[in-house]
């Protein structure tokens, strides 16, 4: 009879205190599955430990009343920077998204409702459903004390293609049909993309100095041992779901974005936008997925008023424009209309998951909304904070995907852009891969 | 003449029940899931009385006939109070049953002790719309959230200017009524009127016998085939501080009695009859018939809490080493649950709620208090290292139950200070005691090896640092430790006779 093992593994670069932060220099947190006669359960693995956030070296905990904050919207994600799954045996890198955060803030919003967020998101990865909220119950919580304080206990999955797949994964030598163990690599984000001050001021208050803690952290995961009695051909290929992930800038009333994917079997595209001049900035939340915006005083929203997706420089999968309500100019009140086209809202979400089976989500007209870019009006956003996005499904009926290792992808969009204001576009890519396995090691079929 | 929806459901066709049936195609009748054929299927719905009934037990006997439906109802309902009385926000009227059996003959098939407070961990897999939207109606449960929007300026819910704000810094109940502000203070939310025994009514709520007997989710009785009378036995609480909630108006009649009216207890049988050919085929061909269940046995152990008020005289439990029992048996989870024999009527949740560790934040340095946890089996622990993490103990119920909980993080852990200062019918939401925070802190284990238990049997350790003295005038005080051990049964129904034994 098969039966599974509880694993708690305890990062392979520990340092000697426990503790682990980007300001002192640890910006690596690496797990070693290793290799043995066993499959490892993808959904069940987790990261666990204790964070906290200080104002400075001291380790100053934030009052209550600091403007001081964390993302609400990704919590604990916003502090991994990428997440590299590597072949223990060979070091072949298996999956790595870049830019985690800015993934899991199309991700979140989308597949989650406000109770989830208020619920089992808060308790497991520190989100909250609004900013307040979080700022008082995460950022500021006394319990982050330095000197014996208890922090903020947390226990969040790494959404990635290889987890979230349906196939246990095997982790037995290459040549028993295996990947030779994992190697799972956390790269932390700067304290400067993770906190940033709510009213814009970068270079005063508890914001300057800022950082977060992490400790006590391990991986926490569950194995499966084969029924032995069961006799099992080795397998030779492991097909998984992957996120690839992309990035650009954008700066002209007429973006025109192109990549060569060099990926066969594509299941969808989406991406969300920032202003560049926020990324890295203690002054803004650099992880804030907001629509374009202009960099005149106010800051006012550049609106998209006609996009559409090509494939090999013809429009593809939507064979025709989205022409968005703003791009109405016979109506005033439709040009001036500060709410997305629900045809670019609809294509993200369905992007990201199938449109019909959405059965929570956060996103709504209040969070999708066009908004001005200052501090004060993009830092006080209700409804799990803002969850715009660009993206379109590719194929949510057979399941495999469509070919673009030799054709390239495209967005062509048109909007308000008329100030020089450089958008920063990050693009991930859900696509089918696969992996074959021999004695010799490892190939990754993307 | 009977009618039949198609499998997508959009059309619907009659049958003769005449028709022959095919005895290739007669699908697994009391299996539930979908069935892939157009076979009408009649229901008839029997109210039936108890045949026995007090304030203390009653018991329905089903007539044997057709397939019983798994979501039949039993209604209840309390008498008029001249004290006001509300059902538990967590568990609504499921407070009543104690104890809950269901008995072919003479042989005990499932049996639930505690079964409130079971429920009360079950019921927190409800997601808040599905409590606010429905359970509120049928069943009294209603735990949901939103989060309260204020003008920070101003510690109520709205702003000198009467608007809502975006900043919502709190989280609180949410059972579809208005916030009431309490001039200069924190916010007031009301029960609403249908969950409420008051001079004028008493109130009524229905309990599905899937929820009393869990093995009825994934089967159905087929009563038809069986010869011996099937009993529905619930035993219920004690009237006096265990069956309903006082408002903190009325926090002087703690202990008040609220009687069942036995007058109005019924149960509402679903029979289901498939074409005659189909149910005598089916009752041929499973003439021996065998299924597995899981039944719960109840574990229960009292923890001492010292006397002290504050957080500066928690209690600290040490290790303790907890056999559960389980021996011999295949057990794949297991359930406990820690609640204040103190907390009753003047809790929101009455006694039916799972305490957490201290949220010190008054000491130095802030701490949160910490349960240190793991399962002992077969010699060996179900975890590598001991668990004290509260978010990976919250992702082990996860596990256990393959559904997350939906409780906030400080209903939960009782950490970060996001609980409203609000009250819900008088009580503050965010007190330690009637309040909501920290009393939803259920572990569960998955016992994933596959094992049987040896003769040893299961051994809980578990260690409770910080637990507040919730007695009003801060004496010793006890705990209650309830574990519930979920096992393996085997069912046999042969020639119409019902046994059955533990795996």
Do not use: W
């Not at chain 1, 595209?269 to 960099?295: C, E, K, Q, T």
């Amino acid at each position: 009879m098969s039966s599974r093992q509880n694993l708690q593994i305890t990062p392979s670069n520990h340092t000697s205190t426990g503790k682990i932060s980007y300001r002192d220099g640890n910006p690596l947190i690496q797990f070693i599955i290793g290799e043995q006669d066993r499959m490892l359960d993808g959904g069940s693995v987790r990261f666990c430990g204790q964070f906290a956030v200080y104002t400075n070296e001291a380790q100053d905990v934030p009052a209550a009343s600091s403007t001081l904050r964390m993302s609400e919207q990704l919590g604990l994600y916003s502090i991994i920077d990428s997440l590299t799954i590597k072949s223990q045996a060979t070091h072949q890198v298996i999956e790595e998204i870049r830019n985690f955060p800015r993934f899991m803030s199309s991700y979140l919003p989308v597949t989650s409702s406000e109770n989830d967020q208020s619920g089992h998101l808060a308790q497991q990865a520190l989100v909250s459903s609004n900013f307040a909220n979080q700022k008082g119950t995460v950022v500021a919580n006394p319990a982050n004390a330095s000197n014996g304080g208890t922090g903020n206990a947390f226990c969040i999955n790494l959404p990635c293609g290889l987890f979230n797949g349906r196939n246990p994964i095997p982790l037995m030598a290459n040549g028993a049909g295996g990947l030779g163990g994992l190697l799972v690599e956390i790269q932390l984000s700067p304290d400067s993309n993770v906190l940033f001050d709510a009213d814009g001021k970068s270079t005063s208050g508890d914001v300057l100095d800022a950082f977060y803690e992490l400790k006590g952290v391990s991986l926490v995961a569950e194995a499966m041992t084969p029924d032995p009695s069961v006799s099992v051909p080795p397998a030779n290929t492991f097909e998984y779901n992957s996120i690839s992930s992309y990035f650009t800038t954008f700066n002209s009333t007429n973006a025109i974005i192109n990549f060569n994917l060099g990926l066969s079997r594509v299941l969808g595209v989406f991406g969300n936008m920032v202003s560049a001049s926020n990324i890295n900035n203690r002054g803004a939340n650099g992880l804030a997925n907001a629509f374009p915006v202009n960099s005149d005083t106010n800051q006012t929203p550049a609106e998209i008023r006609q996009l559409f997706f090509t494939r090999g420089g013809e429009r593809f999968p939507l064979e025709y424009n989205i022409d968005t309500i703003q791009s109405d100019t016979t109506v005033p009140v439709n040009v001036s209309n500060t709410f997305a086209d629900a045809q670019i809202t609809q294509n993200y979400m369905n992007a990201i998951q199938q449109f019909s089976k959405i059965h929570r989500t956060q996103v709504s007209p209040i969070n999708t909304k066009y908004r001005s870019g200052e501090a004060a009006v993009v830092n006080y956003i209700p409804d799990g904070g803002s969850a715009a996005g660009l993206g379109v499904a590719y194929d949510v009926i057979s399941g495999n995907g469509v070919d673009f290792s030799s054709v390239n992808f495209g967005i062509n969009m048109i909007t308000d852009m008329v100030t020089d204001s450089p958008q920063a576009l990050y693009l991930f890519v859900h696509s089918k891969q696969t992996i074959a396995f021999s004695g010799n090691g490892i190939s990754v079929i993307r | 003449m009977s009618y039949a929806t198609s499998s997508d459901q959009s059309a619907m066709t009659t049958q003769d029940s005449n028709t022959p049936v095919s005895t290739s195609t007669i699908p697994d009748l009391v299996k539930i899931g979908q069935i892939p054929s157009n076979t009408a299927i009649d229901i008839e719905t029997d109210i039936l009385d108890p045949v026995v009934h007090s304030d203390t037990f009653c018991r329905f006997q089903l007539q044997n006939k057709g397939i019983l439906h798994s979501n039949s109802k039993i209604i209840l309902r309390m008498k008029k109070s001249s004290v006001d009385g509300y059902v538990p926000l967590g568990i609504g009227i499921h407070s009543l049953i104690e104890r809950c059996a269901l008995r072919v003959g003479t042989k005990t098939i499932s049996e639930i002790d505690d079964f409130n407070h079971y429920i009360g961990y079950k019921s927190m897999f409800l997601s808040n719309e599905h409590q606010k939207q429905r359970e509120a109606f049928v069943s009294g449960r209603r735990v949901a959230h939103k989060p309260y929007l204020y003008n920070g300026s101003n510690a109520s819910y709205s702003g000198a200017n009467g608007c809502m704000t975006q900043a919502a810094p709190k989280i609180g109940l949410d059972n579809g009524g208005s916030l009431e502000r309490d001039v200069g203070g924190a916010g007031v939310l009301f029960a609403q009127d249908y969950v409420i025994t008051d001079d004028e009514n008493g109130v009524e709520f229905a309990i599905s016998i899937q929820d009393l007997f869990p093995f009825l989710y994934t089967n159905q009785l087929p009563l038809f085939m069986m010869k011996e009378p099937v009993t529905i036995e619930l035993f219920f609480s004690p009237a006096s501080g265990k069956r309903l909630c006082l408002s903190g108006a009325d926090a002087g009649s703690t202990g008040h009695s609220f009687p069942i009216d036995t007058t109005a207890t019924e149960l509402i049988a679903d029979y289901q009859y498939f074409p005659q050919e189909m149910m005598e085929e089916y009752a041929r061909q499973n003439a021996d018939m065998t299924f597995t269940y899981m039944d719960y046995r109840l574990a229960k152990r009292s923890i001492k809490i010292d006397a002290g008020a504050g957080n500066a005289n928690a209690t600290d439990t040490n290790t303790q080493i907890i056999n559960v029992g389980g021996a011999g048996r295949l057990v794949t989870k297991v359930i406990s649950m820690l609640s204040d024999d103190t907390v009753d009527d003047l809790s929101v949740l009455n006694n039916y709620h799972a305490r957490a560790c201290i949220q010190g934040y008054d000491l130095t340095p802030a701490i949160n208090g910490c349960l240190t946890s793991n399962v002992k089996y077969n010699d060996h622990f179900l975890y590598p290292v001991d668990v004290d993490n509260s978010a990976q103990q919250f992702y082990n119920v996860v596990q256990a139950e393959g559904m997350v909980p939906f409780v906030t993080r400080e209903e939960y852990a009782n950490q970060g200070t996001g609980m409203t200062l609000a009250s819900y019918e008088g009580v503050s939401q965010s007190n330690d005691t009637s309040g909501l925070v920290g009393k939803f802190f259920y572990q569960a284990y998955k016992l994933n090896r596959n094992e049987r238990i040896n003769q040893r049997g299961i051994e809980l350790y578990q260690r409770y640092d910080g637990l507040l003295n919730l007695k009003g005038d801060a004496s010793a005080s006890t705990c209650t430790l309830r574990s519930y051990l979920e096992l393996v049964r085997v069912a046999t129904l042969k020639d119409g006779v019902m046994e059955t034994f533990l795996a």
